[in-house]
């Protein structure tokens, strides 16, 4: 399951986008972990997440900590987004000192990942994945642009046609950005969507496109 | 998925939300004089469930039926609200990377190399799956399957990637093959999925996990470089948080 890997943007606009999962292991920790994973969710949520779910529950943008919280069971993987690099360090220096037990991953641009680890007082990274692109009939894409946003959902559950339907509506003056990226978040189950960073992508998508050459 | 001929108007609400595009096609009712209803493409349909999540009908004409096999792989690797039994691990894929820190699934010297077909937002069939399976394990490059992974426990030959002829059909809108082989072979199976992938008419996905050792480049780093390969400016990073903490071969000094 790579779903927080592949998303796509420029570096500037990656620099504040941190994908924070914390998984138990078969075999190993996942016997007993719910009370592990509720003690990273509720360290997680203490640091302020743009975003925060478990796929099979949903993100605080369509339900509630709570809810999220008492469904967790032994074996959940959990996610939580954050906007900028300052809760990071905080975050990390918080679950290097008070372990959870389950394992911590940050899915980012990995020199600021390691930045963050480094003023947290933690080590290197300890295992790494990277992207090598997408490859095949890659003509079948939307643009680069759409791109950046529907990647943001790894599961692929935010339609690049939703995408080009919203800029319309904004465009048309039917909805707001805001609203449009609230609704991108509820697509996007596992919690994934960075609301701040589509809101910024929102906005750069609007003078791309003219009214006819959208959905 | 389906829409309720009986309670459909035709209001095109849902169409946006399908992550496979436009596979909504018209139809007249036979029952009700000038009653419009969509008839969502069976084929194309990855049964995600996402427009009926969406809850944008306003006469709740979308349904999801029970779906026999092999219609049900359908949901099982598209919709992230079901989880694969067999992998125990919700979502489409393994634990993978995310536990190396406490299994050792990725150790020194090994690479796991990831092949997510109909990433993104195009969906793939199994036949595709099983193309770049069969590439995969006829090189006889040493990639060892993901024993848990989803796509391995539908294969019916685990040693030449065969799937399952009743599910070749079937869609997704991914399928992950997962597996591991030694890093000095990662440029042999990098230049497999390059060559097949021209050979296909959907997209994949490439990533690749290594340990990175305590001082020193990232192993695979290197490789990518003097192939010239194109790899993300973000990536994915365990913390090495998790415990009990798997001892590494490159740890012990």
Known sequence: ?215 | MKADKDKCIACKRCFPYCPMGRIQTYARHDQIPGRIYIEIDQDACTDCGMCLRAKICPVTALFQPEEPWPREVRGVLSNPMIEFMGSQTPGRGTEEMKTNDVKGTFLPGEVGVGVELGRPGVGAYFRDVETVAMALMKADLGYQLAAENPVTHFMSDKTTGKLRDDVLGEKAISAIIEGKCKLERLPEVIKILKDVAKTLDTVFTVEVITKVPPVGEVPIVPVFKEMGLWYSINSKNNMGLGEPHFTFTDEEQ
């Open chain 1, 1 to 215: 399951m790579t779903h927080s890997l592949h998303r796509r943007g420029t570096r500037e606009s990656l620099s504040g986008d941190f994908v924070v999962l914390g998984c138990p292991a078969t075999g190993v920790n996942k016997k007993g972990s719910a009370s592990k994973t509720r003690k990273f969710l509720s360290i997680c949520y203490k640091h302020g997440p743009i975003n925060l779910g478990d796929m099979k529950t949903g993100n605080i943008y369509n339900t509630t900590m709570d809810d999220i919280l008492s469904r967790v069971t032994d074996g959940t993987i959990v996610e939580c987004t954050f906007d900028n690099r300052e809760k990071i360090v905080a975050l990390l220096k918080e679950l290097n000192e008070d372990r959870p037990g389950i394992s911590v991953i940050i899915s980012g641009i990995p020199d600021i990942v390691q930045q963050c680890m480094t003023e947290a007082g933690m080590g290197r990274i300890h295992s790494l994945e990277y992207s090598l692109g997408t490859w095949g009939n890659t003509e079948r894409l939307p643009d680069f642009e759409i791109l950046q946003t529907v990647t943001m959902c790894g599961h692929g559950m935010i339609a690049s046609d939703l995408v080009r339907k919203m800029v319309r509506d904004v465009k048309r003056g039917r909805r707001t950005i805001e609203d449009c990226c609230i609704e991108m978040a509820e697509c996007c189950s596992c919690g994934n969507y960075n609301v701040t960073r589509g809101k910024q992508l929102f906005k750069e998508l609007l003078p791309l496109y003219t009214l006819h050459s959208l959905y």
